[in-house]
């Protein structure tokens, strides 16, 4: 199997509200892991689209799938084309801009949000690699930029306590249950984070024992 792809499912694609796996799927995934890394949902996004998604993104429903993604919803989700309005109600501030540049992440397909509420900004980059799966390239976290190797899942460690210790537990249950292909650590002036690129799909159950063994783990 590709390096792009971890499961099986990547290349089937997923149940999902049309029309295209990559446009539509993949953003709703894309928007789904920038929920995951704020840890909710922002009160305010800004997507920056980069080539075939600057291009495309009204008439193949990217800003509706990610809207969706970012509010949590499933790819397969009835509310998902009405995404917008509901964000709009909810007194969520979404906008879309369409970026004439090269893509910042070095792909066709690619969406950068940036996402804030009181006290807190996150940014990542993402993009739509065909069949619903994306790959997360770039993002920002607690001021701390990381570069994973792309493909998911991948683990993130939040150490705001800046102590070496307090990711070898972590470290070691990842080798057990969710073996890495790559880690890296990136300190920063209030945290530092470990990042993890693991090498195949992760269940479900493995996830959430993971997240209730440690805090400040983050999935995507």
């Not at 909810?90 to 792909?107: K, L, M, Q, T, Y």
């Not at 940014?123 to 993002?139: L, M, P, V, Y």
């Amino acid at each position: 199997m590709s390096g792009n792809y971890r499961s099986v499912f990547d290349i089937i694609g997923p149940i999902m509200i049309g029309p295209s796996s990559s446009h539509t799927a993949g953003a709703v995934a894309i928007g789904q892991a920038a929920n995951k890394l704020f840890g909710g949902v922002p009160k305010k996004v800004t997507v920056h689209y980069y080539g075939s998604f600057a291009q495309t993104h009204r008439g193949h429903g990217t800003d509706y799938a990610i809207a969706a993604g970012v509010m949590g919803f499933a790819t397969d989700d009835p509310r998902v084309p009405t995404a917008p309005e509901i964000a709009r109600d909810n007194g969520i501030d979404i906008r879309f801009v369409e970026e004439a540049g090269e893509s910042p992440i070095n792909h066709p397909n690619t969406a950068v949000l940036e996402m804030s509420a009181p006290g807190k900004k996150v940014r990542i980059s993402g993009c739509s690699i065909g069949g619903g799966a994306i790959e997360i390239r770039d993002f920002v976290l607690d001021g701390v930029e990381v570069q994973p190797s792309g493909p998911l899942p991948i683990i993130i460690f939040v150490d705001k306590e800046k102590k070496h210790e307090n990711a070898l537990p972590v470290t070691a249950e990842l080798e057990k249950v969710a073996p890495f292909s790559r880690k890296q650590v990136l300190q920063g002036e209030n945290c530092d984070i470990y990042e993890y690129d693991i090498k195949n799909y992760m269940r479900d159950e493995v996830i959430k024992e993971l997240k209730d063994k440690f805090e400040n783990i983050i999935c995507l």
